[in-house]
């Protein structure tokens, strides 16, 4: 596995990545169109301050990590290709991504029906610290999860 740099020939798979409705209700996320992803992408996701990795297996894009400061935490968020999922693939790229990413506490938001994403995060360390978002636009019920202490 290596995680790289984010070029822009990566962007359309993650457009497409996100656009999978199975893998939009484990994150309750809702897809942007392609312009929104994109103008998102460039302008938010891609800051110097954030740490943005593509995530590579014998040479193909599987999906992206990284990590970015909101609401006066350092969050951490990753997705994959339906196609790739219970390979381990998300468990090893949060390990090698925790090695660049050296900010404690780090904190993921979690859906808590997303439960493939909860066992990864504990099997890297995290821990439930609270289960409630009332950040989150659609009430999605959302576990907090922290590695490292405050
Ligand atoms: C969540 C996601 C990242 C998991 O990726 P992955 O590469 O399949 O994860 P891994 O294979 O490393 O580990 C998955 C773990 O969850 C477990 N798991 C998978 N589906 C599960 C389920 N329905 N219930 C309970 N555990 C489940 C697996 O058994 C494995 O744990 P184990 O190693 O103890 O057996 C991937 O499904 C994804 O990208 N989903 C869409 C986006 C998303 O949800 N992102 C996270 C937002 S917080």
């Known amino acids: 596995m290596i995680l790289r740099n984010v070029t822009d020939e990566d962007l359309p798979i993650f457009f497409e990545l996100q656009r999978d409705p199975e893998a939009q209700r484990m994150a309750a996320f809702a897809s942007r169109e392609r312009d929104a992803f994109m103008t998102h992408w460039r302008t938010n996701v891609l800051r110097a301050e954030n ?89 999605v019920a959302e576990a907090l999860m922290r590695l490292g202490s405050t």
Request: proline share 4%; charged share 20%; aromatic share 8%.
């Open 51 to 139: 740490v943005t990795r593509t995530i590579v297996m014998g040479g193909v894009v599987v999906g992206h990590i990284g990590s970015w400061e909101q609401d006066a935490m350092r969050l951490v968020g990753y997705w994959m290709g339906r196609e790739h999922w219970g390979k381990g693939i998300a468990t090893r790229a949060l390990s090698e991504f925790l090695v660049l990413e050296p900010t404690r506490p780090l904190h993921a938001w979690v859906a808590l029906n997303n439960l493939a994403s909860i066992r990864v995060l504990e099997k890297c360390g995290f821990r439930a610290l609270r289960n409630e978002n009332p950040h989150h636009p659609d009430g």
